[in-house]
DNA sequence: GCTTGCCTTCGTGTAACACGAAGGATTTAA
DNA sequence: TTAAATCCTTCGTGTTACACGAAGGCAAGC
């Protein structure tokens, strides 16, 4: 049985958001002490990490609410339960490929940074160089080679 | 030449979200028409997607404010934005790593459900599909078995 | 008996917009 | 020529998911 600072060391949330979880609902397994204090079990921790992991991937919390809340109603339900995850698998899936985009963004900016520290300045003759620099949104462009133009 | 509305159908943004982007100071190469009107040219698109691309990948306004400012003054300035861009890129990728989890948690999840529905009730005297449960946080574990047994 | 740790409620603050309204200018189409 | 569409501005409120601190209280350990 685990406090709420040790659930929240376990699972990388703050306390704050843990009571915040618990007081929605969220961890229908949390138990309290005879003094009021929340006992969480394995499978309450099991719960919280589900939870992180569908807040985290962009679910509001209400329809977090709402799947719990079906999942509570036994198995008649997991039809629904079923659709609500291939969805916001889907969801998912998509914010993945995003963020792949975004680092592979970020990585061609710093290798341009580090040509640029190692005294190669781009070549911005180069239709190519130029297309690259596009790729990278322009402000490197902007501050290498506009700004001095003037 | 590109107004709002056109912007905000090329990156994906809002107009809402374009007009408050501007007006924070993140796009310094937009122009205005005589008649007050945004206009984007090509560069001015390329950094809006580059905004969108530090904002989506979880940098705050003010510190992408921070760095357009650096941009804005010039090339002296290319090792702390490459420092920002070195300790940014590092923070995406480890998103990019939690996402990848979040999507393979969501996946088990879904090809539980799909087994229930078709009938494949899961194992659950097996200790390796209880493992496999608790990686799925619990909740069908929650729902098929231990509401049963009450 | 004092510190520590948990609880509660209350209240305010934050980010990054979303949304709508009012009021004004301009361009375009019928 | 007039009506509709599109742009602008400022103002103000609402939203989400907490963060943070404070006050006040109970309970356990040293």
Redesign the interface.
């Known amino acids: 049985m685990h406090t709420v600072k040790e659930a929240a060391q376990i699972t990388g949330l703050t306390e704050h958001a843990i009571r915040f979880y618990t007081d929605k609902g969220l961890v229908?397994?949390v138990q309290r002490s005879e003094h009021n204090v929340r006992l969480f079990d394995?499978?309450s921790i099991?719960?919280l990490?589900?939870v992180r992991?569908l807040k985290?991937?962009g679910m509001p919390i209400e329809a977090i609410k709402t799947?719990?809340d079906l999942?509570?109603?036994?198995?008649s339900?997991?039809?629904e339960?079923?659709a609500m995850?291939?969805k916001?698998?889907e969801e998912?899936?998509l914010?993945?490929e995003?963020?792949?985009?975004?680092?592979a963004?970020?990585?061609e900016?710093?290798l341009l940074?580090?040509e640029?520290?190692a005294g190669k300045t781009p070549d911005t003759t180069n239709p190519a160089t130029w297309e690259r620099m596009?790729y990278?949104?322009?402000?490197?462009?902007?501050?290498?080679t506009v700004?001095?133009e003037k």
Not at 136 to 144: C, I, K, L, R
């Open positions: 229908p397994t394995e499978q099991n719960w990490f589900g992991c985290q991937s799947y719990v999942c509570l109603q036994g198995d339900t997991v039809p339960r079923s995850m291939k916001h698998g998912a899936r914010q993945l995003e963020a792949k985009r975004h680092v963004h970020l990585e900016k710093m940074y580090e640029i520290l596009r990278m949104h322009g402000d490197v462009f902007y501050a290498s700004l001095q």
